[in-house]
């Protein structure tokens, strides 16, 4: 599969500089050959069972010196209470990323598969829990692995490298992470709800089978994952994700919440609201409608029209 090049606004969000410098969002295949003997650099490859057994899949061919961590196996997200999907404490969360080989000092380049918007999301939502334990020197791959096989890049077989175990100590950033009580205050104050589930789910014209429940939180907009990542690949820019904000009446900066059913697709919506907008006032609520919902019972919105499409 062919995949286009990146839209010219996200084009100027990827790395141009040193890795000493502050990671950027985005990173290409050019500029991830380009660095990487780079040795604080850290290619973490987060494919998993969506294709199959993510071992064997990673093993048939990975970018060279990758490191694998299956983002549904590996320990990225858990169970608290009667929620699925939820972050993790901070100290299971530091136990999992020193055990990949990533001190505080690395660059992590993110690896998705590359080829649909929910797969990207897999990166999203490991990209927003380096965030939340303050880990800044964290990309992800623009275009992920097929990307990197459609520009010519070498592929290495096998099971990858054993690596170091790393110490990491986290510096965990509450800022970035939304809770119930939260959504049910910004709903009093009008801070904007940012929906990022397909279009069917939000109006509840369709029941998302593992929340069970139709419709969405009252008052919120719909931005889904698939249209900001149209080709399931490359984000949109900043020019395209103003225009969206624009139709939805919803201002560019300032607070707003991301969600989704269990805090996945919504790290789609956080990461190109809060890092390709730059807008830092954006938090992802990982409960989302499981939690809402499924959990609380909570009221929902069924037939709302606040939406891009």
Known sequence: MRYSALPSAAALLLASTALAGAAEPLVDPA???????????????????????????????????????????????????????MLPPADQVEALIGGLGIGNDSHVVIVPHGQTSSDFGAATRV???FDVMGHDQVSILAGGQAGWVAAGQPVETGPGRTPEPAAFTARFRPELVASAADVRAAQ????????ARPKDQYTGQATPSNVGVAGTIPGAVSLPHDVLVPDGAHPLGRTELDTLLAKLN????????????????????????????????????????????K?????????ANRTVN
């Open 250 to 293: 919803v201002q560019g900066q300032g607070e707003q919440i991301a969600f989704c059913n269990t805090g996945h697709w919504a790290s789609v919506g956080w990461f190109v609201l809060n890092k390709l907008g730059q807008n830092p006032d954006v938090r992802m609520y990982d409960g989302s409608m499981y939690e809402w919902a």
């Open 295 to 303: 959990v609380e019972g909570a009221p929902t919105e069924v037939g």
């Open 127 to 129: 990209f927003w829990t």
């Open 188 to 195: 009093e104050a009008g801070v904007p709800l940012v929906d």
């Open 31 to 85: 500029w991830l050959a380009a660095h990487l003997d780079d040795p604080e650099l850290v290619v973490l490859d987060i494919r998993d069972v969506e294709e199959g057994s993510s071992a064997e899949l990673f093993a048939k061919g990975h970018i060279p010196g990758a490191i694998h961590s299956d983002y549904a196996k590996a320990g990225w997200r858990t169970k608290a209470g009667e929620v699925i999907g």
